[in-house]
């Protein structure tokens, strides 16, 4: 049964298994014109069991669940790779508005013009900030636009007749995991290239690994260790010269926005991440939105819709002439991209230039005064993120990066994201992000380097961490040896 | 003139660059760039500049007054349909502990998100007759191209079927990520077409035209060739329809975005998946599990609490953080906030609700499609039991009908007349909802009878 107050187990009472049978939240009218007979029985169901509570119980319930979150809003949350910056609020205001809300997708076109005009708009800015001038926004989120990329490609290599021998793509092994899984869903089989010992790519193994039988490279910019790959004009010449097409995993514009253009690198095709970027809120897993932008070449095989605008100014749902075809039935996260372009209407160009320039210093700020407690293994300046080890704990004070997580929290801090990349033992990737102010970082590194000491003088402390959250370490083990993934009636 | 804006979401004064530039020992915030190739920094972008929020609140709302769909009276459906969302969905849905969160990977800290999955899974579970379910996927099409993909693992084989009439859309979806996975679609128009080359059929319980089918036949078919039957339902309806898993579905598909209070012109999108357990494993997405606490905590006189449950997102051995090239997907960002919606409306509609609305619907599209019927010229096509679409034929062409509608105010169905199916000819599909207000169907009889006054045809 659970307990009243903090240390509630409300976990163990579902919805299913509160309020009480005949319990309504909301009432719905009864049909009183005339009656059509139902479908015949055997396509009817008896009933379904769902929970019986009242409105009231129901507030509380979901309220009570939404206290056991932390979000961007209840205090730093420096979780690496996922830029997880304030949302502003205004942004939710505008997308509500049910002038956007209530638009059907399948209403003629003159009918939507305002939506059209704003998602036109949209595309127009991500071209000139990605330096690619074809953009289709339907793709869902970020992995999405990378299967409409590597879609895309396939495409181009078909109409030229490569295909059948392009069976590869390159990816290096500071990517994301989504790179080579989606490569994979697109049918190619994926060669790993290795990093060198700066964090850079491996040059020599990735123009041992080109070849005539490469569909593409893929490749995140920056990298996932937060480094600047170096090489990348001299890397994408080689791509190219292969016959070759190069992917940019653009999660990370947020570190170069306004500075630096992925197409003035030569990159053929490249996906952003809304939601990271341009600032829409992460909802505990989404919505986002994965737009790809490309060059003209690879112009007719966008993903559909796209939008276009006639000489008379009106907005038009199209389809690129060859086109991967649609990644979802309509048009796309709509509600997302409204947020993101009222994002970037409010900072403008040169708070966009603004937001990269202080995501690096603030980056670069944290790695300094992080820098004589931790390991780092690739001791270089770095971009928007930076990824400090565990190591020196593990073996000295036999404190995982694992408890450093949990540490953090008991010091007021979203943990950063810990095992990724995978190619660094005992990760911890950091993204301080450009809203955090300065003494946010300060106070965060403050934090790493009292569990560095703590990890010396009571690493049981850690060990035992946290203490101060809604509930203590959970048995993750025992939920993937026997799973329970559903709600059961009680025997 | 106004002077250039700051960005008001950077804390960090010119003071606190230059501190923490002094202590880094570099001379400006653009010297942080330097590794980048000097020839291609600080480009001309063409992007406007900064306004204040209160323009950009005035340029949006000047861009939505351009929208009429969503002000006027519409019969569109199609996949997108209007629901009757309590208040207390986007109330909660706006918490901004679920709003400002992302993926639960720290579970201490994300019980809020964790446990609400776990009541999306259950509540899915329980709709659609499932045994597992995964958070959600980006919609209803790219859902269904999962389970394709599914079905081709489970079964080794290397293509499907579509049994048609299927959502053009949702056939669409699965054409480009079957392209990708190098899978063969072949869209049938009889369940019998099935072969054991298929790795599935996949059907809808309310077909493209409105008709609701028996899944019985269609999974027992799929099963003589050993093939999985892949189900598409309309949640609403399931208040009504027999659950998937109770005709033999082996997964099952829908959309959920219509309930969540969250779409914008269709998106984002909530693509519910759920499978028979045996499929655990083979699943797309993220799962949470239920489990508790390794430790004991400890209250405020210093005694043990009794461990509490929790839940943790788990079986992530399938995903691509961890398993790369070789995940079941490469599905990360997902639709959490959508889910959460979804389970608000549904549970909030408890198992009478949900019953009640459904029966609301069906009674409320069956009286709209009998007064359209008994207007001399019109014609309501007879293809079995319908839910909440129907296929109209008017004495003018589709188009033509929604040329007389929209002068008159009205968004008129959609025109399905370009399709192969014998119902479907010269007709369009009428939506009519719980949520068709009463008065925009008198507004459709009205107008639609005076299509027979202007065009003079004669029944």
């Not at chain 2, 190098?182 to 128009?189: K, L, P, S, T």
């Not at chain 2, 357990?277 to 699943?283: L, N, P, V, W, Y």
């Amino acid at each position: 049964m659970s307990v009243a107050g903090q240390n509630a187990d409300i976990g163990s009472t579902l919805a299913f298994d509160r309020g009480a049978p005949g319990r309504r939240a909301v009432a719905v009218p009864r049909w009183e014109g005339e009656t059509a007979a139902l479908p015949p029985a055997n396509l009817l169901r008896e009933g379904v069991r769902l929970p019986e509570m009242s409105q009231g119980e129901i507030v509380r319930y979901y309220t009570a669940l939404s206290t056991r979150n932390f979000g961007v809003d209840s205090g730093p949350y420096l979780l690496g790779s996922c830029t997880m910056k304030y949302n502003p609020k205004v942004d939710d205001l505008i997308a509500t508005m049910p002038s956007f809300a209530m638009a059907h997708p399948l209403a003629p076109d003159e009918e939507i013009q305002g939506t059209l005009g704003v998602l036109y708009d949209l595309q127009r800015c991500l071209a000139e900030i990605t330096g690619l001038p074809a953009v289709s926004l339907a793709p869902a989120a970020g992995a999405q636009g990378e299967l409409a990329g590597v879609l895309m490609i396939k495409k181009a290599l078909e109409a030229r007749g490569d295909l059948a021998q392009r069976r590869r793509i390159l990816v290096p092994d500071s990517a994301h995991g989504t790179n080579p899984a989606t490569a994979a869903m697109a049918g190619f089989e994926v060669t790993e290239i290795p990093s060198g010992p700066d964090g850079d790519v491996d040059f020599a193994a990735l123009e041992a690994a080109l070849g005539d039988d490469v569909a593409a490279f893929m490749i995140t910019l920056p990298n996932t260790l937060g480094l600047w790959e170096r090489d990348i004009e001299r890397i994408i010449e080689k791509v190219h010269a292969a016959g070759a097409l190069a992917y940019g995993d653009g999660a990370n514009l947020n570190a170069i926005v306004g500075r630096m253009r992925h197409g003035d690198l030569g990159f053929d095709v490249v996906h952003l991440n809304l939601h990271k970027t341009f600032s829409t809120p992460h909802g505990g897993g989404g919505p986002g939105a994965g737009p790809v932008c490309a060059t003209p070449a690879l112009a007719p095989y966008l993903p559909a819709p796209i939008v276009t605008r006639d000489e008379d100014g009106t907005y038009a749902f199209a389809r690129a002439e060859d086109s991967v075809g649609r990644l979802q039935q309509f048009a796309g996260s709509v509600g997302v991209l409204l947020r993101a372009y009222a994002y970037i209407r409010t900072v403008g160009i040169d708070g966009l230039v603004q937001t990269s320039g202080n995501a690096v210093l603030n980056a670069n700020y944290l790695r300094n005064l992080m820098h004589d407690y931790y390991d780092l293994p690739y001791d270089r300046p770095v971009m928007h993120e930076v990824v400090f080890a565990g190591t020196r704990q593990k073996r000295e004070d036999n404190v995982r990066t694992y408890d450093i997580a949990k540490g953090l929290i008991d010091r007021g801090f979203h943990p950063p994201t810990v095992y990724f990349p995978l190619i660094v033992e005992e990760a911890l990737m950091i993204e301080p992000t450009e809203t955090e102010s300065r003494e946010a970082v300060e106070a965060f590194a403050a934090a790493m380097i009292d569990i560095a000491q703590t990890a010396k003088s009571d690493p049981d402390s850690l060990h035992n961490a946290p203490r101060t959250s809604p509930i203590g370490r959970l048995d993750e083990t025992a939920a993937a040896r026997r799973p329970v993934l559903r709600w059961q009636p009680k025997a | 003139m106004t002077s250039p804006l700051t960005n008001p979401y950077i804390p960090n004064t010119d003071a606190d660059r230059a501190a923490i530039l002094e202590r880094l020992g570099i001379a400006s915030v653009d010297a942080l760039f330097d590794e980048l190739p000097a020839r291609w920094r600080n480009p001309q972008i063409d992007v406007p500049e900064a306004m204040a929020e209160a323009d950009v609140v005035r340029l949006f709302t000047a861009r939505g007054a351009e929208n009429i769909s969503g002000s006027r009276p519409s019969f569109l459906g199609a996949g997108v349909y209007r629901r009757a969302i309590p208040a207390i969905v986007s109330h909660l849905v706006s918490r901004s502990e679920f709003v400002t969160s992302y993926t639960p990977y720290q579970p201490e800290i994300s019980q809020g998100t964790l446990q609400a999955a776990f009541e999306y899974q259950s509540t899915v579970c329980e709709l659609t007759g499932m045994d597992v379910s995964n958070t959600g996927m980006y919609d209803v099409a790219s859902a269904a191209a999962e389970a394709c993909l599914l079905a081709g693992r489970a079964t080794g084989r290397r293509a499907i079927a579509l049994l048609e009439p299927i959502h053009p859309g949702t056939a669409e979806v699965v054409r480009a990520y079957a392209y990708g996975a190098n899978i063969r679609v072949d869209a049938i128009a009889d369940v019998s077409e099935v072969t054991a080359e298929h790795a599935c059929v996949v059907a809808q319980q309310i077909d493209f035209l409105g008709a609701i089918r028996d899944l019985e036949p269609i999974a027992a078919a799929a099963h003589a060739v050993e093939a999985l039957c892949v189900a598409i339902a309309d949640p609403i309806a399931l208040g009504l329809l027999r659950a998937p898993g109770d005709a033999g579905a082996d997964v099952v598909v829908g959309e959920g975005r219509d309930l969540s209070g969250l779409g914008a012109l269709g998106g984002p999108s909530l693509g519910l998946f759920a499978a028979r357990e045996q499929f655990t494993r083979q699943m797309p997405g993220r799962i949470v599990g239920r489990t508790i606490e390794l430790h004991p905590a400890h209250d405020l006189d210093g005694d043990e609490i009794p461990l509490r449950t929790g839940y943790v997102l788990t079986l992530q051995a399938r995903e691509q953080f961890i398993r790369r090239e070789r995940a079941t997907s490469n599905f990360s960002t997902g639709q959490a906030l959508l889910a959460l919606g979804f389970t608000i409306t549904i549970q909030a509609l408890g198992p009478h609700g949900l019953r009640e609305t459904a029966e609301l619907c069906y009674q409320r599209a069956h009286d709209a499609a009998r007064r359209i019927a008994a207007l001399p010229g019109f014609e309501v096509v007879e293809h079995g039991p319908w839910f909440q679409e129907f296929l109209v034929r008017a004495p003018i062409s589709p188009p033509d009908l929604a040329r007389h509608l929209s002068a008159h105010g009205i968004t008129s169905g959609f025109d399905v007349s370009a399709r192969t199916e014998a119902a479907a000819q010269n007709a369009t599909l009428f939506c009519v909802t719980e949520a068709t207000p009463a008065a925009d169907v008198d507004a459709l009889v009205e107008a639609l009878a005076a299509v027979r006054a202007t065009t003079g045809v004669r029944a």
